[in-house]
Nanobody, 123 residues
């Protein structure tokens, strides 16, 4: 059974940093793409960042230059380093895994999801 478990969320002041982790179990994901999405209160889930099996990365314009996605295949873990956080970054953050090639920006392209971790940025 595939399981993704996010951690590292919390409450931080604007300008601060957090590092999210997503531990994957049930199979090896090194050949799959992985991504982070977020869902602000009362809004739809949106793309944040993604990383291919080869290590290429993609970012939403709103987080470019502030967030960094990375993966450790030996640990089967995905990370999201978030710096210079803003109140508008407040959301539940989800990690996801996609098995097939194609777009990384659409949530429907992903096959497995974690339960989410809350990130709250105070002004």
């Amino acid at each position: 059974q595939v399981q993704l478990v996010e951690s590292g969320g919390g409450l931080v002041q604007a300008g601060g940093s957090l590092r999210l982790s997503c531990a994957a179990s049930g199979r090896t994901f090194e050949s799959y793409g992985m991504g982070w999405f977020r869902q602000p209160p009362g809004k739809e889930r949106v793309f944040v960042a993604a990383i291919t099996s080869a290590g290429s990365t993609y970012y939403a314009d709103s987080v470019k230059g502030r967030f960094t996605i990375s993966r450790d295949n030996a640990k089967n873990t995905l990370y999201l380093q978030m710096n210079s956080l803003k109140p508008e970054d407040t959301a539940v953050y989800y990690c996801a895994v996609k098995r097939l090639p194609g777009t990384y920006y659409r949530s429907g392209a992903y096959d497995y999801w974690g339960q989410g971790t809350q990130v709250t940025v105070s002004s």
